[in-house]
């Protein structure tokens, strides 16, 4: 039995985790979960699945879910804020935290984890685009696995097992190409939210939704598989790919290739994190090749979507400006997610933070976090200049 925390547990990547975890009763145990509001589900979760301790990061929910417990004569403890995320996190028996929240928050509470020696399945991309190499090297100091749950860094995990690290050439993520794929800047400028939250292949939270719009979520995982597997910027490459089939894929260098194919569905890449090193059987849908009628690729378009170039800028960059990317962007997307602003003014005011700060080489925790408050009081200061 392999204990178990899940901070994000309401979000789209917690409750498929979840479904993996009613699956496999008896083998994962759930200790802590966590939510930012959605008390309704998480009492629901609590119900079905019986953990320690909850987080709500919001202090008024959280009472008011602690009083609904009490009432039923729970004794489930209920924290809140950032110290109870941690608190979830880091609870004596856990052996794996999945890191399922969205955005910065997952930073702290993750590194927390590593320093108690939990292995971490992480699904928050902002933790390693912000604190890469920090994370990584306390991870190595506490001989900590990090194992990827995003679809193509698992792709690319799968791809190099039994592989050495120097037979790498390069690899190679594939993108869907979003809901405007193929159209053009112009076409972009009327653009609406309720256009922008419409993925072709995947069910994903609103953030993360349209970071995927905007090839965002893409430059995010450049640098997260900058950090994951130790790779210079030329040796990561992005190629759009519709069918979402093929996941992601490593050329070696010998020029062979090696692709991880699957349905669009997350629940593998939670079950490979949850079980490594073992592969277990699941009752999910195979790939049908007899069915698969088509596999296109092509290159991404750096003028209509600027946000992936700007990843790579902010990588070359290096120190801290990934992190005010990072951040920046946070701000852009609620801004369009609030209706405040266009789509794209996303990477407008993504490039105009950037452009303001002055880069930290090597940054410390407390320099990742200043930079991210500075990114953030100036992204929320930023007038658009079209």
């Not at 979960?33 to 959280?62: F, H, K």
């Not at 039923?72 to 950032?82: A, R, Y």
């Not at 997350?266 to 007899?290: C, E, G, K, T, V």
């Amino acid at each position: 039995m392999k204990n178990i925390s899940i901070i994000g547990s309401t979000g789209s990547i917690g409750t498929q985790a979840l479904e993996v975890v009613s699956e496999n009763r008896e083998a994962l145990n759930v200790v802590g979960l966590s939510t930012n509001t959605s008390i309704d589900l998480l009492e629901q979760q609590i119900e079905a699945y019986s953990p320690r301790i909850v987080c709500v990061m919001n202090g008024d929910a959280a009472l008011v879910l602690e009083k609904r417990l009490k009432a039923k004569g729970s004794l489930v403890e209920v924290v809140t804020g950032i110290d109870g995320l941690i608190a979830v996190s880091t609870a004596s028996e856990i052996e794996l935290l999945l890191t399922a929240v969205s955005g910065m928050i997952g930073l702290r509470p993750t590194l927390a984890a590593i320093e108690r020696g939990i292995d971490i399945a992480l699904a928050n991309k902002e933790t390693l685009v912000a604190g890469g190499q920090i994370v990584m090297a306390a991870a190595a100091r506490k001989g900590v696995a990090i194992l990827p749950v995003d679809s193509e860094h698992c792709a690319i995990f799968q791809c190099l097992m039994g592989n050495r690290h120097e037979e790498i050439k390069r690899i190679i993520i594939t993108a869907s190409g979003g809901p405007f794929r193929g159209q053009n800047t112009a076409a972009l400028q009327a653009v609406t939210l309720e256009q922008a939250l419409k993925h072709p292949n995947w069910s994903m939270g609103k953030k993360i939704t349209i970071d995927s719009a905007t090839l965002m979520n893409k430059g995010l995982e450049v640098i997260e598989a900058r950090w994951l597997f130790d790779l210079r910027r030329d040796q990561i490459d992005v190629v759009v790919h519709p069918q979402s089939i093929i996941h992601s894929m490593v050329e070696f260098i010998d020029h062979s290739t090696m692709a991880q194919l699957g349905m669009p569905d997350m629940a593998l890449p939670i079950q490979i994190a949850f079980f490594y090193p073992d592969r277990i059987a699941n009752n999910r849908q195979a790939l049908d090749f007899s069915q698969v009628r088509e596999l296109t690729f092509e290159a991404p378009d750096p003028v209509t979507f600027p946000c992936l170039q700007l990843a790579y800028d902010a990588l070359d960059a290096g120190g801290s400006m990934t992190c005010v990317l990072n951040a920046a962007n946070e701000v852009a997307v609620a801004k369009f997610l609030n209706k405040e602003i266009h789509f794209l003014d996303i990477p407008r005011i993504n490039r105009q933070v950037m452009e303001k700060h002055q880069v930290i080489a090597n940054p410390t925790l407390e320099d990742v976090l200043a930079a991210d408050a500075w990114a953030r009081e100036i992204a929320m200061e930023t007038s658009v200049n079209r």
